[in-house]
Nanobody
Framework: QVRLVESGGGLVQAGGSLRLSCEAS????????MGWYRQAPGKQRELVAT???????NYADSVKGRFTISRDNAKNTVYLQMNSLKPEDTAVYYC????????????WGLGTQVTVSS
């Protein structure tokens, strides 16, 4: 079983910054990709950013140039640095681990709330 625990959410004014962290714990040999997704009220969960074990990244167009995803493989931790935050970034942010070795499954965290005031 793999457990993902997010931290770093909160309330920030527009233009501000937050840094999210997500640590994976449990019994596994590695994780192929880790990422962040978000879900705003009344909307579907959407991709924010992902990073592979080799460091390849992928971003939603809406966050390119403002958010940076990074990963510490030794700590099984993924980070999301969010700058120039906008009210439309308000959502619950979920951490995802995909391709967990050796299980081949995906796991989700419980989420952390990010609220950006105008």
């Amino acid at each position: 079983q793999v457990r993902l625990v997010e931290s770093g959410g909160g309330l920030v004014q527009a233009g501000g910054s937050l840094r999210l962290s997500c640590e994976a714990s449990g019994t596994f040999f590695g994780i192929n990709a880790m990422g962040w997704y978000r879900q705003a009220p009344g909307k579907q969960r959407e991709l924010v950013a992902t990073v592979t074990g080799s460091g390849s990244t992928n971003y939603a167009d809406s966050v390119k140039g403002r958010f940076t995803i990074s990963r510490d493989n030794a700590k099984n931790t993924v980070y999301l640095q969010m700058n120039s935050l906008k009210p439309e970034d308000t959502a619950v942010y979920y951490c995802n681990a995909d391709g967990i070795i050796p299980y081949g499954r995906s796991s989700w965290g419980l989420g952390t709330q990010v609220t950006v005031s105008s």
